[in-house]
């Protein structure tokens, strides 16, 4: 009996070490393109392009952020199933949400850049918009996609499709260099024309694992809105506060001033994948070390994950402090010469953050998102209150003191929330803390 447990533990184990593995390789790649994009269009382009560029991105970022809470992330939770069957129904409902909700970004959009095309807004941005509303489409359904093939555990179908759109997108952004064509709204029609190609792959390949009941799309949606409303509304919040800061600089100071802030932020994410890569491994294991351990092996989960991410940020952190200011010039240009200062903060703000992976993962164990909903409201009054003036008066290195302040607030009231939870655990069910104790190192690992 007990190796028959070490056996399922280690199983267990690699499949976690495999899917984690192959969740980095692919976030590097989606990740590596856009960073390459960013690039190509500060060295071949004006800042201000790469401004532009910027703020159409967190107009994409705020729409996939929706998508997502609100689709994909129910669907990966309720699609298992116990003979591991695919439910096409279930999954050809998700479809029909992601063009309906994409159909409502493209009404958006378009609207936006009509009230945009009258000189109203920041200059240069309304063909961005009207590019964005021909693509929108696209771009959901390639995150569509995405999600879904690591939710199938298919995770080689996803790497295959993001090779395919990042060759694209690559490739497709230095011909037009070539051309002399280059800017941010031909770069949005690169985007979408790569994420149609490889979506249009993914769905005629995949299209015997759909099968649309329109008697289940309703039911079907109500459910993933039962499951993802406080995620909806927390993911909404934190894509605004951190969507923000590029608005208030072209706002206030114009674009060159967003492309400056881009730039450093732009050294400063090269963890990304490894973070998100860890959030998307993490969620699982501590819902399954809750279930199975309760909240004593639940805490370990979120302290080995807090202590992994501290020592990794610290290391990460020390060399982006000596060659930041060195890395932006060789990646962007010298026209981005003197941004250290800038790079330190956004540094210590990601360092902030990062934290509070653990914090994330064991309050959604714990069914407790409206606790992270609360932790991004007060990292949005902060951005609204603190960092708009911060970003006025001080321009880029303002809004980095912005979001770091932000990051900081919201970090320590997830610890908090995430201490009461665990503390009122505690106390409600000392008597049982001995038998939990004895569920030994298998099940909770």
Request: glycine letters at 10%; a positive charge; one cysteine or more.
């Amino acid at each position: 009996m007990q190796a028959g447990k070490r056996m399922a533990f280690t199983y267990l184990s690699w499949e976690t070490a495999c899917t984690g593995l192959v969740t980095v390789i692919d976030q590097a790649i989606v990740s590596g393109t856009s960073f390459c994009l960013s690039v190509i269009i500060a060295r071949r382009g004006s800042k201000e392009q790469l401004g532009v560029y910027v703020l159409g991105m967190s107009i994409v970022l705020f729409v996939t952020g929706l998508h997502n809470s609100l689709i994909t992330m129910p669907y990966i939770f309720y699609s298992p199933r116990p003979d591991g069957r695919i439910d096409a129904q279930y999954a050809g409902s998700t479809l029909i949400h992601a063009c309906g909700l994409s159909i409502i970004g493209v009404i958006v959009l378009v609207g936006v850049a009509g009230i945009a095309s009258h000189r109203v807004g920041i200059s240069g941005l309304e063909n961005v918009v009207w590019a964005l509303a021909g693509v929108i489409t696209f771009i959901l359904l390639r995150e569509y996609a995405r999600k879904v093939c690591f939710a199938w555990r298919q995770p080689g179908t996803a790497i295959a499709m993001d090779l395919l759109a990042a060759v694209i997108q690559i490739g497709g952004l230095l011909f037009l260099c070539r051309l002399g064509f280059l800017s941010a709204t031909a770069t949005f029609w690169v985007i979408g024309a790569a994420y149609c190609f490889a979506t249009l792959w993914w769905l005629v390949s995949k299209r015997q694992h759909f099968d649309v009941k329109l008697s289940r799309v309703v039911s079907d949606l109500s459910l993933n809105w039962s499951f993802g409303k406080w995620i909806v509304a927390g993911n909404v919040i934190y894509t605004a506060r951190s969507s923000l800061y590029p608005w208030f600089l072209a706002s206030l100071h114009g674009t060159a001033a967003t492309a400056t802030f881009a730039a450093c932020m732009g050294v400063t994410l090269f963890a990304n994948p490894f973070f998100i890569a860890l959030s998307n491994v993490l969620g699982p294991k501590a819902a399954h070390s809750f279930a199975n351990g309760g909240i004593v092996a639940l805490c370990r989960v979120v302290h080995k994950t807090t202590l992994l991410v501290s020592v990794s940020m610290a290391f990460f952190a020390v060399g982006i402090l000596i060659v930041g200011d060195k890395l932006v010039i060789l990646i962007y240009g010298n026209q981005y010469a003197g941004s250290g200062p800038i790079i330190s903060v956004l540094v210590l703000s990601l360092i902030a953050g990062a934290v509070a992976l653990g914090f994330d993962a064991g309050l959604y164990a714990m069914n407790r998102a409206n606790a992270i909903f609360h932790a991004y409201v007060l990292g949005l009054c902060v951005t609204v209150f603190v960092g708009f003036w911060m970003a006025k008066y001080y321009g880029p290195l303002g809004a980095a003191c912005g979001l770091l302040a932000a990051s900081i607030v919201t970090s320590t009231s997830k610890y908090l929330s995430l201490s009461r939870l665990i503390n009122g655990v505690t106390k409600e069910t000392a008597h049982r803390l001995p038998r939990i104790e004895n569920v030994g190192p298998e099940s909770v690992q």
